[in-house]
């Protein structure tokens, strides 16, 4: 049997395949999890491999460290049924199993070969995209997702959110204006598709386009607040606008409802409600007990060093929100302990960007701004494999424009920092902040 964008599947029953492919449209909308789905694909075809194999890659996308027990056990109940399993479904067994295994890279390289034979899998496309922005590798979130797009129809049911996938990698590329265009573009049919809002609404943040973004996502709401995996990141991205407007208060209150408190059970989801923490931080609001809040079921101890510098450089910021110094040195040095050991994309990442950002972050919560500028300034040209997005990694910027507008700062750096910020964005009530900062 086929599915029904031609890709060879191990399964003869019309049912699990159903089922698999309700998963796929939950993995790719982030509607629900794909879970129950796949467990329902399992118990109508048990011998089929695909519901295992599924499950661990929507696990081991999360990169979630307490989930990868189950992402592995999920890979061997497929191993057990390799026996019927199709070609295509063999390479991803060996994708994943090589993600699973931390080589980041190579998974993706992996799934680059099952495109090649499939370029309408959406599933390879969806994990590779995903561990292309774990790796932070701009280019091939849009060259990946083009080198299939022309293969699929447009009378796909599935094709507006590969052009979300697009619009996201070309806006990660800095090619703003055909970013917003595919986003709006997907937005404007009828298929519900979060990641073409995201990607619009990170052209509009990118350009310093607060209103408007403020609007968009006010407008976009319908699409991804609600039951959807990516509604904490949404709203994240509108605390952001509230920040451009330099409307402190509305970027707090979206803290307290929409980032924080009890929307984030992700890792993945935490972390933007510490980068929005440290941002308020850095502006001067007082965030009260926030830090604690974040805190909460987010396990900020040495354990789980390595699995993701991006993640292990947010529990960090957490840790120094907290001015819990002593947890926040221990899991620098087993972060550099563990960079140390081993050449995986996540361990590379560490050694050449995380530990030294974490110095950096360090030397600034000590107030040796110096020494927190000479950490940082470099970090800016070579943060991209650290993974997340360019606004993510954007904390570099704004802790470095907040030392060098502190009192003792370094004045000229400043400024020629806030003029490439104001070139790129516009003179935002943020950047007349930061100016008037300069001036004190
Ligand atoms: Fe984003």
């Avoid at 992402?71 to 049924?81: G, I």
């Avoid at 699995?307 to 899991?331: C, E, I, K, T």
Wanted: hydrophobic share 50%.
């Amino acid at each position: 049997m086929n599915d029904t964008r031609g890709n060879p599947v191990g399964t003869t029953s019309p049912a699990a395949l159903s089922h698999a492919e309700i998963a796929l449209w939950r993995l790719v909308s982030f509607y629900d999890v794909p879970l129950a789905d796949l467990d329902a694909a399992a118990a109508e075809d048990p011998a089929w491999c695909w519901p295992h194999l599924m499950r661990a890659g929507f696990l081991l996308s999360l990169t979630e460290p307490a989930l990868l027990p189950d992402a592995r056990a999920a890979l061997e109940q497929a191993e057990l049924r390799a026996a019927g399993a199709t070609p295509r479904e063999r390479a991803h067994h060996a994708a994943l199993s090589r993600c699973a295994a931390g080589d980041w890279l190579g998974a993706c390289t992996a799934w680059e070969q099952v495109l090649l034979d499939h370029p309408r899998d959406l599933a390879a496309l969806q994990w590779a995209h995903f561990f292309d922005l774990h790796r932070g590798d701009a280019r091939n979130l849009r060259a990946r997702v083009a080198r299939v797009l022309p293969e699929w129809p447009h009378d796909d049911a599935l094709r507006p959110y590969v052009l979300g996938l697009l619009a996201f990698g070309l806006e990660e590329c800095g090619h703003y204006a055909q970013a917003e265009a595919v986003g709006r573009e997907v937005c404007a049919g009828a298929a519900k598709v979060p990641a073409a809002t995201h990607a619009v609404a990170h052209v509009l943040e990118m350009q310093g386009r607060h209103e408007e973004g403020r609007q968009w996502l006010a407008q976009m709401r319908p699409v991804w607040a609600e039951d959807n995996g990516f509604a904490v990141h949404h709203a994240w991205h509108l605390a952001l606008f509230h920040l451009e407007a330099m409307d402190l208060p509305a970027a707090l209150a979206l803290y307290d409802t929409e980032v924080g408190g009890a929307n984030p059970v992700l890792t993945l989801q935490r972390l933007d409600g510490a980068s929005l923490l440290w941002r308020l931080q850095l502006l001067g609001a007082d965030v009260g007990a926030r830090w604690s809040d974040i805190a909460l079921g987010w396990d900020l101890g040495v354990r789980d060093v390595g699995h993701s510098a991006f993640n292990d450089l947010h529990a960090f910021v957490v840790l120094l929100g907290l001015r819990d110094r002593v947890r926040a040195q221990a899991l620098l040095a087993a972060a550099q302990r563990r960079a140390e050991r081993g050449a995986e994309a996540p361990l590379q990442a560490a050694r050449e960007v995380g530990v030294p950002l974490m110095r950096g972050l360090l030397a600034f919560h000590d107030g040796e701004l110096a020494e927190a500028i000479r950490l940082l300034l470099p970090l800016r040209e070579r943060a991209a494999p650290l993974g997340g997005s360019q606004a993510q990694r954007e904390l570099i910027d704004w802790t470095l424009l907040a030392a060098c507008t502190a009192p003792g700062g370094e004045r000229r750096l400043g400024r020629a920092l806030l003029n490439e910020r104001r070139v790129a964005r516009g003179n935002t009530p943020l950047a007349a902040h930061w100016r008037a900062r300069l001036t004190r």
